[in-house]
């Protein structure tokens, strides 16, 4: 599976983004795909994550209500749609995928830079 993240921006406290992950190769029947972020002079954080084949969702703490993950079997994306975008947000979101039963996202997109000014 490869995975090409897209959809980042410089955007205004408020604001909303969507970001979109497409992806390619072998079949995603059996992955979880998830949306991870990584701020300067911070370690990467799981955002939201979706089960491929079902409807499953998780979410961070910290964007509950605000970001909602969902994907489109037919284009083979997942997306991150993003409101109430805060300075906070600010971060290289990157998308990934793991195996169902696997603690570890093991496949990666290179990242997409998500910027919000006050």
């Known amino acids: 599976v490869q995975l090409q993240a897209s959809g980042g921006g410089l955007v205004q406290a408020g604001d909303s983004l969507r970001l979109s992950c497409a992806a390619s190769?072998?079949?995603?029947?059996?992955?979880?795909m998830g949306w991870l972020r990584q701020a300067p002079g911070k370690e990467r954080e799981f955002v939201a994550s979706?089960?491929?084949?079902?409807?499953?969702?998780t979410y961070a703490d910290s964007v509950k209500g605000r970001f909602t993950i969902s994907r489109d079997k037919a284009k083979n994306t997942v997306y991150l749609q993003m409101n109430g975008l805060t300075p906070e947000d600010t971060a290289v979101y990157y998308c990934a995928a793991k195996w169902r039963g696997s603690d570890v996202y093991s496949i990666w997109g290179q990242g997409t830079q998500v910027t919000v000014s006050s």
């Open positions: 190769g072998r079949t995603l029947s059996y992955y979880v």
């Open positions: 979706v089960l491929w084949s079902g409807s499953a969702t």
